[in-house]
Each structure stands twice: as structure tokens, then as C-alpha cells.
T-cell receptor, first 115, second 119 residues
Framework: GAGVSQSPRYKVAKRGQDVALRCDPI?????LFWYQQALGQGPEFLTY????????KSGLPSDRFFAERPEGSVSTLKIQRTQQEDSAVYLC?????????????FGPGTRLTVT | AQKITQTQPGMFVQEKEAVTLDCTYD???????LFWYKQPSSGEMIFLIY??????QNATEGRYSLNFQKARKSANLVISASQLGDSAMYFC????????????????FGKGTKLSVIP
């Protein structure tokens, strides 16, 4: 079956540009997470959706970061006025609805490079 | 605040040998979940094994087992019979158990251990 997909896989942006990163979760997964992974580090939580509701955005580093999931499936992470410190891999994960012990299923990530 | 510590930046193991990757955690919660993920060079995080804080038995999944020592707050991953395909980054993670009504089960990750399997 299809896993979590993300696009683009690689994105190069000039400082100050806006970018949009897309995540297609596994069908039927109500929970969706975004993580940021800096080079040589573990992923860090950004935000969480349950269906279309954004229930936790405590990890978003600034108001330049915005995420949405309007129909409860595909999600977009938008970064406005990109800065060099935004360079990282952005990982999306989805989780099935039953059982809180279930693992999160990750996509391949989008590697963002801000020049 | 939760914290995951992986003290081994890199490890080497001979093919077919067993290897232990260390993970210690810090939490004041009684209920929590511990995960290990593998991240190959392709970048995707692959779930390996899960241990709940109330699970009495150590978790096992094929060649992977989790040495859970609750009093020491450690959750080491043991890989038996290493294969060349096991070469990757390995991350220990904890599920945030806080349920404030928002129901966010975010994962807190360590910095990872790079495992290299030598033929």
C-alpha cells in the first residue's frame, strides 16, 4: 500500500522567498504531524493535526511558519520569508486512529536549503 | 520536560554480530511510550520497536529487542545478527503522554546513533 508521500523532495529557496511543502498521509490516518530535522540532529516537533483541526502548534519556531490541512487529508507547511536557519529536512508523519501505542508513519521528507 | 539522550554518535559492528545502541530518557510522567526508528540515507524514518512504560516484558520484533530498565530510565536497542542493510542512523524517541485535551502524541527524539556494519 501507499505510504506517506511528500513533495517536493528537494527545495532550494533564496532567502526571503516563501515556500510550500506538501504532505499526503496514509489514507484513513486522522493524525498528522510535522517535524523539522536539522543536520546531524533528531527530528523536532512542529505541529499536529487531528483531521482538519490543528490541535498543537507549539513547536512552530516563528510566525513565519504556517500549516494547514483544510480537508483533513493533505497538509501543507508554508514558510514565509525564509531564512538560512530554516534549512533542514521537514518530515511529515501520520498515525492510524486506533490505539495510542501505534507508531507514526513517516514520509521521506523535504530537504529545504535556503541560500 | 522530556529528554532523550543517545551518547553514542557512531558505532561499528561486524556483520553477523550483535550490537547494543544506548538510550536513556528523563520524564516525570508514569505513563509513556518509547520507540526506536531507523533512518537510512534515503531519509525516511522506519519504525522498529515500541515499549510501553507499563509493559512487563521487554519488546521484541524479529532481530530487534529492547532492553527496558525502568528504574535506570534506559531503553537500549539490541540488534542481533547484524546485516549490511542495518547501516543507518538510529533514533530513540519518547511519546509525549500529556493529554491536555488536545490529544497530541508528538515524539521527542534523541540525536541519534550512526551504525556502520562492517563486512
Amino acid at each position: 500500500g501507499a505510504g506517506v508521500s511528500q513533495s517536493p523532495r528537494y527545495k532550494v529557496a533564496k532567502r526571503g522567498q516563501d515556500v510550500a511543502l506538501r504532505c499526503d498521509p496514509i489514507s484513513g490516518h486522522v493524525s498528522l504531524f510535522w517535524y523539522q530535522q536539522a543536520l546531524g540532529q533528531g527530528p523536532e516537533f512542529l505541529t499536529y493535526f487531528q483531521n482538519e483541526a490543528q490541535l498543537d502548534k507549539s513547536g512552530l519556531p516563528s510566525d513565519r511558519f504556517f500549516a494547514e490541512r483544510p480537508e483533513g487529508s493533505v497538509s501543507t507547511l508554508k514558510i514565509q520569508r525564509t531564512q538560512q536557519e530554516d534549512s533542514a529536512v521537514y518530515l511529515c508523519a501520520s498515525q492510524p486512529p486506533s490505539g495510542i501505542s501505534r507508531e507514526q508513519y513517516f514520509g521521506p521528507g523535504t530537504r529545504l536549503t535556503v541560500t | 520536560a522530556q529528554k532523550i539522550t543517545q551518547t553514542q554518535p557512531g558505532m561499528f559492528v561486524q556483520e553477523k554480530e550483535a550490537v547494543t545502541l544506548d538510550c536513556t530518557y528523563d520524564t516525570s510522567d508514569q505513563s509513556y511510550g518509547l520507540f526506536w526508528y531507523k533512518q537510512p540515507s534515503s531519509g525516511e524514518m522506519i519504525f522498529l520497536i515500541y515499549q510501553g512504560s507499563y509493559d512487563e516484558q521487554n519488546a521484541t520484533e524479529g532481530r530487534y529487542s529492547l532492553n527496558f530498565q525502568k528504574a535506570r530510565k534506559s531503553a537500549n536497542l539490541v540488534i542481533s545478527a547484524s546485516q549490511l542493510g542495518d547501516s543507518a542512523m538510529y533514533f530513540c524517541a519518547m511519546r509525549d503522554p500529556a493529554y491536555s485535551g488536545a490529544g497530541s502524541y508528538q515524539l521527542t527524539f534523541g540525536k541519534g546513533t550512526k551504525l556502520s556494519v562492517i563486512p
